[in-house]
């Protein structure tokens, strides 16, 4: 493996010296390379800013007072040939510190573009290179820039490119060491259709040189090297023609080396075919246009489409449950949690209410776009009103619930909005032949790229990427799942919501044969569901009586496992441990109780231990419902 390190992701902004931090990171990634066998070869940048920063101190001593009042930019006339000299030994030796912490040696290659014009120059430097690599040490190549000067077009030997900066250099390296890989690191994310900071440029995920080298647009040269991007591109280009793999990645973003070895969708691969699927671009383009056309439909044909969806579900119903149960063999066979199996599975049951859940949401269809919000005389003849309008292209990302797929849709459907969907991997299956279903009914009136299913977390990050395609992020999942898109949001508005910590208060003044069926309903009709009941708060009124115990027993009769909070647990006086944690969401047929003195402390406790999510009281006493549901 070639890495090829550009000035700019080693060099401070100012120039003056080595960005030691970032050069730290990198060092460490190639290390691990290292460990795990692979041979890597370092062409590294940076002995002329290493060197300015030298000489910048030799000079600015060599002055006198007056001349270092008048001059400014102290160090930036220097000869780059003398910077490089002076910072090439500072240079590897820096090399040497940093990779002797993981027990690795270096050594310094230097060479000249003519170097490369003679066959038994080039075959030694074979000979050297192969040497190093085979006892474990990594060769740190640059060019001398102190007697180089550049290349002349046309000039070196037939099979060799003209080595007029570190890009090319490190193609020749990788030609000659027969590489598997060259990976160039710059301060950009990969090639882009045109200068990157230019309005309408995107990053291509997949360069193809046949087709798409015509097609790109470059800007200017690099601010700390002799080099840019058309020279970055060509130079990549001809070590590619020549059998190897290349990578062109941003140096600047943490763990970008690791991020390539680990087949994560990073920089541009260079290639000679385009992906068979769709990129994110065009998936995100499609959801767009769809969504628009979707718009302007009569709210019937919004309507047809989730009828349609409804009438699949259960149609086709014998293939999706056989899809989901292939899922959930999987999960179980890799020791899934059991609640997390159940948000997983579909049945005949769930197919059926999900069907009767999309038809009412068809049924409301007609009143999401177009309804009047409000209306204000600005002055005579002057009328403001306010109506509701998709939001646009919003995307949805879910984990565990196939059944989420199916009712995103038909709301966004409904709504107008395109719709970009990445569900968890342990639902592939169930996922895939559930979206083939959303397409197939909106093939009625509307595009199939409407609504669209991404596979991975890289896509998601690709699309997040995007500048202007995705006007709303629903992240429905864990905290770290919510707070991993909020990161990564790039701006886009989220709407997030994680914990599902779901409260029942029992009041003096409930029914208690209506709180004995709510309450085991809540908990055991789908525990996994993020509005099930996780604690039941009990005046202390009901505490010993016959009431409580029925209650408790119900639940216990139905699998249910009970913890007691510590003032039911102290009050009762059973052996044991109390329940300290109140804030869990155990999405498995187990339930807190609770004492509490009042609703004023039932409504406190759901304060300080809620998720805001679900909360519900039993009584009859019409004041005390309407100060719990003002409070909550």
């Known amino acids: ?87 090439q030994g500072g240079l590897v030796s820096l090399y040497q510190a940093m990779f002797q912490q993981y027990g690795i040696t270096v050594a310094q290659v230097l060479v000249t573009s003519n170097d490369f014009r003679d066959r038994k120059t080039i075959q030694h430097l074979n000979e050297t290179m192969n040497a190093l690599l085979n006892i474990g040490v990594i060769p740190i190549v640059n060019e001398n820039d102190a007697v180089s000067a550049p290349g002349t077009e046309g000039a070196d030997l037939e099979g060799v490119i003209s080595v007029v900066d570190n890009d090319s250099l490190a193609s020749n390296i990788a030609k000659q060491m027969k590489a ?47 080099g840019g991007m058309q020279a970055k591109v060509e130079a990549a280009t001809w070590a590619w023609r020549k059998g190897v793999g290349v990578v062109i990645a941003n140096g600047l973003r943490p763990q970008v080396i690791s991020d390539v070895f680990a087949g994560k969708r990073t920089g541009t691969f260079i290639t000679d075919t385009q992906s068979k699927s ?40 014998e293939a999706i449950i056989t899809a989901n149960k292939k899922d959930v063999k999987a999960a179980k066979a890799n020791g899934t949690s059991s609640a997390l199996v159940n948000r ?51 995307m949805v990302i879910f984990e565990s619930r196939p059944d989420c797929l199916p009712q995103v849709a038909a709301l966004a459907i409904a709504s107008g909005n395109g719709l970009i969907l990445k569900g968890g991997k342990e639902a592939a299956r169930s996922n895939a032949i559930l979206h ?34 995705i006007d709303l992020i629903i992240p429905r999942g864990s905290n770290d799942l919510v ?111 609770e004492m509490v003195d009042d609703v004023d402390e039932a409504i406190k406790h759901i304060h300080e231990h809620g998720s805001s999510h679900t909360e519900t009281i039993l009584t009859e006493d019409a004041d005390a419902a309407k100060r719990f549901l003002d409070s909550v």
């Open 278 to 317: 769709a990129s994110v671009e065009v998936i995100a383009d499609g959801a767009r246009k769809g969504g628009r056309a979707l718009a302007v439909q009569p709210a019937s044909h919004r309507q047809e489409i989730i009828e349609k969806l409804a009438d699949l579900l259960i149609e086709r119903q």
């Open 436 to 469: 083939s279903l959303v397409q197939e009914a909106l093939e009625l009136h509307a595009s199939r790229d409407t609504v669209s299913l991404v596979d991975t977390r890289d896509e998601v990050s690709a699309l997040l990427e995007l500048d202007g395609y």
């Open 483 to 593: 707070k991993s898109i909020t990161d990564q949001s790039n701006g886009v508005p989220v709407l997030g919501h994680a914990d599902g910590v779901c409260h029942t208060y029992m009041d003096k003044d409930a029914d208690v044969a209506k709180a004995m069926r709510v309450i085991v309903d809540a908990k055991t009709d789908y525990p996994a569901a993020c509005n099930a009941l996780e604690t039941l708060l009990v005046h202390h009124d009901w505490v010993g009586t016959q009431a409580l115990t029925d209650i408790i027993n119900a639940l216990k009769e139905a699998g249910v496992d009970i913890h007691l909070g510590p003032k039911l647990f102290k009050k009762i006086g059973v052996n044991g441990h109390p329940q300290e944690d109140f804030h869990v969401e155990y999405g498995e047929p187990e339930i807190t109780i």
């Open 344 to 394: 997983l599975s579909l049945t005949p049951t769930k197919l059926q209410s999900l069907a009767d859940g999309l038809r009412q949401i068809a049924k409301d269809a007609d009143h999401h776009l177009g309804r009047v919000v409000k209306r204000t005389q600005l002055a005579k003849d002057l009328l403001l009103q306010q109506e509701t309008v998709p939001i646009g292209v919003l």
């Open 180 to 226: 598997d890989l060259m990976l160039l690191l710059s301060d950009v994310e990969g090639i882009y259709s045109g200068p990157p900071g230019k309005a309408g440029s995107r990053l291509l995920d997949r360069f193809v040189p046949a087709e798409d080298m015509n097609e790109l647009e470059f800007g200017s040269l690099s601010k700390v090297g002799r």
């Open 1 to 87: 493996v070639v890495v090829k390190l550009g000035s700019a992701v080693i060099t401070r902004r100012d120039e003056f010296g080595l960005a030691l931090g970032r050069l730290a990171s990198i060092i460490e990634q190639v290390a691990d390379q290292h460990r795990k066998g692979r041979q890597v070869v370092l062409v590294t940048s940076g002995a002329v800013a290493f060197g300015r920063q030298l000489l910048a101190q030799q000079e600015t001593l060599s002055r006198s007072i007056r001349q270092t009042i008048k001059t400014a930019g102290s160090g930036a006339g220097i000869d780059p040939r003398a910077c490089s000299a002076a910072g």
